[in-house]
Structure formats: C-alpha cells, structure tokens
C-alpha cells in the first residue's frame, strides 16, 4: 500500500461532544484508519459540543472515505465536510498576470499606453532585436504541450494537462523569477504545432515543451530549434538528463567508482531515456545498455526508429541481446525511466558490489526502493516520500535563467553537463551520503548556481564559434 502523501491531503470539518478528551480520539480515531495527521484544529466551541478540522494525509480517494467512516464511528461524531485541499488549490488555477508598472494618473496611462506606446512600437519595427530589451519577450518563457504524454498519465488532452503546466510555471517564478505562461495546443499534428509555436515565438525569450510523446517529440524539438532564434528546451529530455547526471556524479563519489568504468542500464528508451544517455556519454560512460519493451538495443536489430538506431550503434559496446533482466547482472548502475515493477529483488540483487538504483518511473518505480536498499549502495526515486529525489525542478528554472541572462537561442551540451555539475556541487563532502546525493529543491542557491554555469558556459560557446 502507498504511503500517505501531501499531494492526497483532506480537511475534514467535524462536530463532536466537548470533552477533555474529544481531539485526541479524533486524531487516534483518523490514524487508525491509516492517515497520516498534521493539524487539529478547533474553529468553533459550544458547552455541549466544538468543531473541529482534522488535516491529514492520505493515500487516495477510498482512503479518504475510511478516514471519514472511522470519525462517524465514535460516538456523537458526525462528518459535517471534506474538502481536498489539492483541489482547494487549484481553484481558479495557479497563476494570475500582475503589471510591474502603476497606471495612476493620466500621465502613467500616456506612457504605458496611448499615444505614448506607439514610440516604443515603432522603435521595434525599426529594430525587432528591440523587443528583447522594451517588452516580456527579455523574462517570459512559453511552456508548450499537446497533453499527450502528461506525467504518469499519457494522453489525457491539452484541457487535463493545464494544472501540470500551470505547476511548472509558477516553478519558473518561484525558483528563478523566469515569467512562463502556459500553452496547451488542441492537436496531435506535428506540423501544426511546429507552426503554431513558430507563430507565437515573438512573444517568448524561450520555449519549454513539455509532456509531448515520442517520438513525435523529437522531431518538434528538431525543427523548433532550426527554425526558431530563441533556445528551444524539451524538459522531459533535458531537464531529466541534466538531475540524473547529477545524482550519478555524487552516488559515484559515494561508491567510489567513476563514471568510464562501469557498466550503467537504462531501462527506457523514449524521450528521457535517449537524453540521458546522450548526456552520460558526453560526460565519459563508455558501457551503456538501452533497453526497451524487446530487450537491449543492439547492433544486431535492425531499427526504423532514428533514435533507437542511434543508440544501437553509440551504445552496447559488447552487443549484448539479451532482456533487460539479464542485463541486470554485474551492472553498477540502473537508470528507470520506464514503467512501474518491472525489476525485482533478484534483478537488483545480481548487480555488482556498491550497486546503484535510480528507479525514477512516477508515481510507481521501477522497483520498490526499499526492496532495491536491501541490495544497493545508492537508491533514488523520482518520488519526495522517499530520499534522494531526483526532480526536474532542480534545472530548468536555473537553465532559463541562464539562457535569458546569456541571450542565446542555442542549447548545447556543454550547458547541460555544466547545469548537471552546478547542481551536484550543491551537496558539500560533508553532507553527501548514501540517503543525500542531490540537493533539495529548496535549496535557495541552486537556480542561481545552474543559471551562471550555464551562462558561463554560452559564453565559452560564443568564444568558441568567434574565434
């Protein structure tokens, strides 16, 4: 059973008979129906009775109704409401637009507005590289999806995927004070959307696509970027990428090993999997096994798939054909960005001495992390109930941050690395062990660091094409 969780929070407002004891049969009566309790509150009081609002986690919405059964069993106690406070949150969604300039006087709306706008139009007519500087193009990043392949969702359509990309663009702001705005598109047309975006670039200092399915993905990204004079960022490729290669970089400090020579397992090759594994090699891995739903990608298969025929001839040094259980055995290092339960203990038990784990599949991993503890060094999950979460929110807020500060309209590899490397320099010798390998995402210094490494690495970029 899953535990718990924040993200399946309740209120439950209850009236019971006022006594001295009353709150702690409440809270002992909520607990024993397995939530998790985090505050009583009283919010009205009579002589013969108060109500009180029980806030408890809990692990989905059944849960929640046995949570309410257990209340009405005590006697006098009734269940007058449950609210979810997820969707409390998100009523009247997420984000608002606010002007960073008062309009309060006639001589306010003069400049802001008409007549005196049209100077600042024409001067961008006459020079559109202007508009960088005079409008939200310089700070304002488009986040664009289709809803097809929504967190651990799949295809549930561009209305159904606006609380995600709403989420992702008050992370913007919050960790790198990047303005995002959300783009849902209504259609699966790659072309379209290639259009689309191209459309509406002028408005936009950059393009985050997100939750769009392989391997159509790939192909939008392709064209966006040669097409396109602003950086174009497919998160769920690079932002992946960059958080996994920097939870690897300290769980081989904490091994002991490094990164040329062992043998790593990528169970996953779709969008995250091919990025990541792009971004080990250009950091040293020499021994990589892909493996999809039909085994280890391999020389020997022939592939109409560009990336599956790019991996199969960049990867597998030892043109290993087997499934992805018989490649587990002397692996150092598993990386899941696949489905759920798809290794088990014996899988995990047959990597080599020190092993590493990063079963990242949401919200199931690949592998319960704490079967994979009885037998790995290193455990990692994409989850926050459990240690050494690798989320993407550790990157892309920082790495826009850079690429707006830098003004680029390139992504290259050395940025991403250079992100990677900020982020895993975040946890100190003193702090890194087994259980902390990648800085929370609260840590107030992370988007800073990752946005100066990547702009420092833009400007050796330039340096580079300049010379």
């Known amino acids: 059973m899953a535990n718990p969780s924040p993200g399946n929070s309740i209120t439950l407002r209850v009236s019971a008979p006022s006594n001295f004891t009353v709150t702690s049969e409440l809270a002992a009566a909520a607990a024993s129906a397995g939530a998790a309790v985090t505050a009583l509150d009283i919010v009205e009081s009579q002589h013969t009775s108060i109500v009180v609002d029980i806030t408890a986690n809990t692990t989905d919405d059944d849960h929640a109704e046995r949570v309410r059964d257990a209340l009405e069993a005590l006697d006098g106690v009734h269940v007058l409401h449950v609210s979810d406070r997820t969707f409390l949150m998100h009523l009247g969604g997420k984000l608002e637009v606010t002007p960073k300039v008062a309009i309060r006087n006639r001589d306010d709306l003069s400049r802001a507005y008409t007549p005196g706008v049209a100077r600042v139009c024409m001067a961008i007519a006459e020079d559109p590289a202007a508009a960088r500087n005079l409008t939200i ?139 990541i594994i792009q971004l080990l090699l250009a950091q040293g891995a020499k021994n990589v096994v892909a493996c999809g739903r039909n085994g280890a990608i391999n020389r020997s298969e022939t592939y109409t798939d560009e990336h599956r025929t790019w991996l199969a001839n960049n990867t597998n040094p030892d043109n290993f054909t087997g499934s992805l259980h018989d490649a587990m055995p002397g692996a150092d290092v598993f990386i899941g960005v696949s489905g759920p339960n798809i290794l088990g203990e014996e899988q995990v038990a047959a990597m080599a001495e020190n092993a590493i784990v990063f079963a990242m599949a949401n919200p199931t991993p690949e592998v319960d992390p704490v079967i994979a503890s009885r037998h790995a060094a290193v455990v990692a999950t994409g989850r926050s109930d459990f240690p050494n979460q690798i989320n993407n929110v550790l990157a892309f807020p920082g790495f826009f941050r850079g690429l707006l500060d830098a003004g680029m309209s390139d992504i290259t590899d050395d940025m991403l690395v250079a992100a990677a490397v900020a982020i895993a320099n975040r946890v100190d010798d003193s702090e890194l062990n087994a259980s902390f390998i990648i800085p929370s995402v609260f840590d107030p210094h992370v988007a800073a660091d990752v946005a100066s490494a990547v702009a420092n690495a833009a400007g050796s970029t330039l340096e580079r094409t300049q010379s």
Request: glycine share 8%.
């Open 137 to 275: 193009k310089r700070n304002t990043i488009a986040v664009v999806t289709d809803g097809t392949a929504v967190l651990g969702l799949g295809d549930i359509g561009p209305a159904a995927a606006l609380p995600v990309m709403e989420g992702k663009a008050a992370l913007f702001k919050q960790f790198a004070n990047v303005d995002a705005w959300p783009v849902c598109l209504d259609t699966k047309d790659t072309e379209e959307i290639i259009s689309i975006v191209k459309a509406i670039a002028p408005v936009y200092g950059g393009i985050n696509l997100e939750d769009i399915a392989a391997p159509r993905c790939f192909e939008i990204e392709r064209r966006l970027k040669e097409e396109l004079d602003i950086p174009v960022f497919h998160d769920d490729q690079h932002g992946t990428a960059i958080v996994t290669l920097a939870a690897l970089t300290n769980a081989l400090r904490v091994v002991e090993k490094k990164i040329e020579d062992v043998k790593i397992v990528v169970a996953g090759v779709g969008a995250a999997g091919n990025a």
